[in-house]
């Protein structure tokens, strides 16, 4: 608390560089949430227009007649409340796996005393670097792990990337030594280091990596259509794929009547598929308020 | 047990058993990790081998027949052909371009965010910038190139109101990789400067009291004790992103790509698509990834190298 | 009356048929259920067994279970690729790229085509020969001289695409009918280019973009790609010289059509944001530019998606809707009509063709194996073409279910139960036809639409087909790239007309001439 104060006392005292500053800095925000903001109205303008309104050369940034046309007939598709279900469950599952391997990885190579610590670390960013492609994954997952039609084919393939890893393990290294070391001389186990010391102080990294998780399980679902076949089983982003990709084929079959799929559906698609992601952020971002680790520590 | 941290402080010559006797159970911890990537990675790692051979579906990757040429036909194929070394050129040139001006923007844009007090601002900023990353590059494709348009987008409006002539940004080999430069900063900087915002968020606030109390104004605190306190990331981060280099972004380029800029905008990704993967060809595709993955592996290597004599961090 | 009449000639067509399926369906009563699994479908969703009528009665027919792949069409090759390269197989595929039959063949994924086979499916054989006029459909099924996959017949693939024009323009700007010879098309192309024929005050308007100008070439005799947009993935279209398989895009004829193009270019007659797409965004076949009374004619499109409601309570086509909702008031025939392709000083015209026989499907080795698989797969496919009731059935449903209405003689799938073609492929609609029909069914599930093509067909160039030889895989990517890239950079004016002999010179020398010859000796030309 007494930290907060003095920094409140000094704030006031701004000079005036300080203040033309501010509003630089202010004004660019501003700026650029506005040019970033652009796609996202485009979006939801035509996700909300009809297709009178959308087929018109042009942006539309702001909906000028509601038309909730394209979200009826995405709601109404049924497998997307299960794909929905799904999809929370690869994710809650991958973030977990993901966290687990992430801090029993990075916390020894993060330590300079690891034996043999650099070939351990280069093992590891190897696999960034030589992959033998989709085939001989394939073939593990389905003939030689059979994990087939499991939510363990679309979970564990990509539990831990090195990129991360490495990540990770800088954000474990950036934690001054002194804190570990009272520990230490408390008797206290390697163990017990990770889980009350340095976990704690990494609720940032591990706020953006579970992100990261997130963001990679909500949105694959290329290896869904490889080794899921039960329909029942499919991810979100699966199933929107099956609604979007309707009016995109090329094909002469005129047995049928062609529906036109349109815009304003496939942009209600995609809100529905990225509006969860994008919600939870806010919640994570108290992650990332400057001083939270120290503080947390020394409070 | 002894006391562990000690160690750290007297380095002790030691024999490699005596110290993994010593700390064992940091390698236990790890060890879950390594029988993951073995699995995992090293396992399925030795498909590499088709890129030296005629992958026959029925024969599998191992009974194959090995490749014409030693088995380095398919190394040939790509080397030779008639569009590889101006694709080879244009995927540097894009990257070589995106480090230089993709790689700070999430920087700034966290540093900017960073000098924030209104709570309530940052969050909404923070929550604006992250968005488009959601947008899959077919889409954005589609609104830059409505953006851009030089008869109906609104950059062009503004171009003519300043009187000079509209320019067709996506149609133009002089502006295309502007384009693919502009508009992957527009729809990845807010995304990526979470990592950035992480770092800062470790700082310890009294650093920036011990700066006041020096008399440094605000722009002082950025340079003497933000940017140096996030510096280890942001090596961390360059390391990497010399490492993909060679990694160009196959759904943006292919979504904007046309006849007219093929010449500049035709990346590794795109040209490989086009004559591999549409082939079914999976021992062309391994080669191509083969090749490109040494190629970023030098560069990777490279650039920790250098790091790691003029700083303290390093990737290994 | 006319209902009346309809259904009698249905059920004269139907009665024979009947009967004869169910002799048929006996032998397969006496044995074990096979399983079978299916891809000869467009994947526009997953069929699903479990609920699906159309499924159950097919499955209980031939006493089969059937599974099927969900393959996404836009991922078509990697993701079908590694199943099969790790040595799964369906029974039945569909070939998205019938030039990757000899992949497939290569691969020992297809099952050869015997004469025994095709002799198990007579009305097939004897639909795919009625259209075989040039003696050419095999072609590109073949592999060494036999047959590996089974040709799909499409009758409205068949009809030449259509030139759509806007009637109201040509009218404002003082002309009264669509033009015809290439001097009438560029007297019409620069009035609506520069006299306002939107009367909207502005030179905003164009007389064509990328979907017309494949109909230029083909004034000059042949059509060398389909588009001018992309990054260069479109086939390169062959034709016929002196009994010789060639590329058109290295023709002399190609070269007068530059040089036309490049001259309209230059005059403003074509959008210049060709490049970038004349459709961005939506159904394949619309184009956003004529909507937006940007161009004046565009093509691509097929004559049935310009339709009006042709009997009552139906929809009109797919690009007439999209165009009535920007332009509620137009009418078909008057402020929108079908027009000619351009004819050239030899009096060559024509728009791309897709063909009769475009697509192919093949029955797999492992399929072959099993010849009591084998059987009543072939069987499925004879009573496709056979059997009316079955077509209509795998087709269009159940008439008792709702799943489709007969208005007038036409089928109609109900719009309520299937709104898009996600919801009728799950339900097991057009799946188990593997996509093809019997053209003299298709006449009679809607006649009045094969009227209307009729009416508003034009001339038009048919792909040549011609079989997949190994210095495609070499040379034929890059080829196609530079092909594309140079046709654009004369269009536009970067590189002068006379480059074009350069071009042709560098492409036989990059590989182009050895294609060629190697495709003459596979057909034996």
């Known amino acids: 608390m007494a930290f907060n104060q003095r920094s409140d006392f000094l704030w006031k005292r701004q000079t005036a560089g300080d203040k033309l500053f501010t509003g630089i800095i202010y004004a660019a925000l501003v700026l650029v949430c506005m040019i970033t903001l652009l796609p996202i109205l485009q979006v939801v303008t035509v996700s909300l227009s009809p297709n009178d309104v959308v087929g018109q050369y042009g942006l539309h940034l702001f909906p000028t007649r509601i038309s909730l046309s394209g979200y009826e007939k995405v709601l109404q598709f049924k497998p997307i409340w299960t794909a929905y279900l799904n999809t929370i469950i690869r994710s809650a599952l991958g973030i977990v796996i993901t966290q687990v391997l992430l801090a029993l990885g990075a916390y020894p190579l993060s330590k300079k005393y690891l034996p043999n610590r650099g070939f351990w670390t280069f093992l590891v960013l190897l696999t960034m670097y030589f992959s033998g492609g989709i085939v001989p994954n394939y073939i593990l997952i389905t003939k030689y792990l059979k994990l087939r039609n499991t939510v363990w084919a679309l979970v564990l393939p990509a539990a831990v990337n090195a990129y991360t890893l490495v990540i990770v393990r800088n954000f474990f290294e950036a934690i001054p030594d002194s804190l570990e070391e009272s520990a230490r001389i408390d008797g206290a186990s390697e163990w017990r280091v990770l889980t009350s010391i340095v976990i704690p102080l990494s609720k940032p990294v591990i706020a953006t990596t579970a992100l990261w998780s997130l963001v990679y399980h909500w949105n694959t679902w290329l290896d869904c259509m490889l080794y899921i076949s039960d329909a029942s089983r499919y991810v979100l982003q699966l199933v929107l794929r099956q609604i979007l990709l309707q009016g995109q084929l090329q094909d002469m079959n005129i047995m049928t009547q062609v529906s036109v799929n349109n815009d304003t559906m496939k942009m209600a698609t995609l809100v529905v598929s990225i509006l969860p992601v994008i919600v939870i952020y806010p919640f994570l971002q108290k992650y990332f308020v400057k001083g939270v680790m120290i503080g947390a520590v020394k409070g | 047990m002894t006391i562990v941290g000690l160690q750290n402080v007297k380095p002790k010559r030691d024999t490699l058993l005596g110290q993994y006797k010593r700390h064992w159970a940091l390698f236990v911890m790890l060890l879950p990790v390594l029988v993951y990537y073995i699995i995992f990675h090293y396992f399925p790692m030795s498909g590499i081998i088709i890129a030296f051979k005629n992958f026959r579906f029925n024969d599998g990757m191992f009974a194959s027949p090995w490749a014409a040429d030693n088995g380095l036909a398919h190394f040939k194929k790509l080397f030779t052909g008639m569009y590889f070394a101006p694709v080879f050129r244009n995927t540097l040139i894009i990257s070589l371009y995106k480090i230089l001006f993709t790689f700070p923007a999430p920087i700034l844009l966290a540093l900017m965010l960073n000098e924030i007090r209104s709570q309530k601002f940052k969050r909404v900023a923070q929550t604006i910038t992250y968005m488009p990353y959601f947008i899959s590059w077919v889409v954005l494709a589609s609104i830059v190139i409505e953006v851009l348009s030089p008869s109906r987008g609104f950059v062009n409006y503004f171009i003519n109101q300043l009187g000079m002539d509209s320019v067709y940004f996506t149609g133009d080999p002089r502006t295309f990789r502007g384009v693919l430069v502009g508009s992957g900063m527009w729809r990845n900087t807010g995304y990526q400067a979470i990592v950035f915002l992480a770092a800062m968020s470790n700082i310890d606030p009294e650093m920036y009291d011990v700066a006041d109390l020096d008399g440094a104004g605000r722009m002082q605190k950025i340079v003497h004790v933000t940017v140096p306190s996030i510096m280890p990331t942001i090596i961390i981060m360059f390391i990497f992103a010399m490492g993909s280099i060679m990694n160009d972004d196959f759904d943006q380029v292919y979504n904007l790509l046309n006849a007219k800029t093929l010449s500049v905008g035709d990346v590794i990704s795109t040209y490989t698509y086009r004559v591999g993967l549409q082939q079914m060809d999976f021992s062309y595709a391994t080669a191509v990834g083969l090749f490109r993955n040494v190629v970023s592996l030098v560069l990777l290597t490279g650039s920790n190298f250098v790091f790691r004599r003029v700083s303290e961090t390093s990737l290994f | ?525």
């Not at chain 3, 007579?122 to 089974?150: C, E, F, H, Q, R």
């Open chain 3, 1 to 525: 009356m006319r209902k009346l009449l309809a259904v009698l000639l249905c059920l004269a067509m139907i009665l024979p048929c009947v009967t004869a399926g169910a002799e048929e369906a006996n032998r397969f009563q006496d044995r074990e259920p096979i399983s079978v699994e299916w891809l000869a479908y467009n994947t526009y969703g997953q069929p699903d067994p479990a609920s699906s009528k159309v499924i159950q009665a097919v499955q209980e027919k031939y006493n089969i279970d059937l599974s099927f792949w969900f393959v996404d069409d836009q991922q078509w090759d990697e993701v079908l690729g590694v199943r099969l390269a790790s040595g799964e197989m369906p029974d039945i595929m569909k070939i998205k790229n019938v030039q990757n039959t000899s992949k497939y063949q290569q691969q020992g994924i297809l099952a050869e085509i015997t004469p025994e086979m095709l002799a198990k499916m007579p009305s097939y054989t004897a639909a795919v020969d009625a259209y075989d006029a040039d003696d050419n459909i095999w072609v590109d099924a073949m592999v060494d001289g036999k047959i590996y996959a089974l040709k799909g017949i499409n009758l409205g693939s068949s009809y030449p695409t259509t030139l759509i024009w806007r009637l109201d323009w040509l009218k404002n700007v003082g002309i009264d009918a669509t033009p015809v010879t290439i001097e009438e098309w560029e007297t019409a192309l620069r009035k609506v280019t520069f006299e306002d024929p939107d009367q909207n005050g502005k030179n905003d308007t164009y007389g064509i973009s990328n979907t017309v100008i494949s109909a230029v070439f083909g004034a000059f005799g042949a059509i060398p790609l389909k588009e001018f947009r992309g990054s260069g993935t479109q086939n390169l279209f062959m034709t016929k010289k002196d009994g010789k398989m060639v590329f058109a895009a290295t023709q002399p004829e190609a070269k007068q059509a530059l040089e036309l193009l490049a001259r309209w270019y230059a005059e403003g007659l074509i959008d210049p944001e060709f490049i970038t797409g004349e459709n961005t965004g939506g159904y394949w076949a619309v184009s956003q530019a004529f909507e937006n009374n940007k161009v004046a004619v565009m093509g691509m499109s097929m004559a049935n998606h310009w339709n009006p409601p042709l009997v009552e309570g139906a929809a009109p086509g797919a690009c007439l809707k999209s165009f009535l909702e920007l332009h509620p008031d137009a009418v078909f025939g008057e402020t929108i009509i079908p027009g000619l392709p351009p004819v050239g000083p030899e009096g060559k015209s024509g728009t791309h063709t897709w063909g009769v026989a475009g697509g192919s499907f093949g029955i797999t080795a492992k399929a072959a194996e099993d010849p009591e698989k084998l059987d009543v797969l072939l069987q499925m496919i004879e009573d496709v073409f056979a059997d009316f009731d079955y077509a209509a059935m795998t087709s269009y449903g159940f008439l008792e279910d709702n799943d489709y209405s007969i208005i007038e003689g036409v089928y109609a799938t109900n719009p309520e139960k299937y709104p898009d073609t996600a919801a009728s492929t799950k339900a097991g609609l057009n799946v188990l036809n593997a996509t093809v029909s019997n053209p003299e069914f298709a006449k009679l599930f809607n006649k009045p639409q094969y009227d209307f093509f009729d009416q508003w067909k034009t001339t038009g160039y048919m792909d040549e087909k011609y079989p997949a030889v190994p210095a495609q895989d070499q040379y034929l990517a890059d080829l196609k790239t530079f092909t594309l890239q140079t046709y654009v950079d004369i269009i536009t004016g970067t590189q002068s007309v006379d480059s074009f002999d350069g071009f042709v010179a560098k492409f036989n020398e990059q590989g182009g001439k050895q294609i060629e010859d190697e495709i003459n000796a596979a057909m034996g030309l």
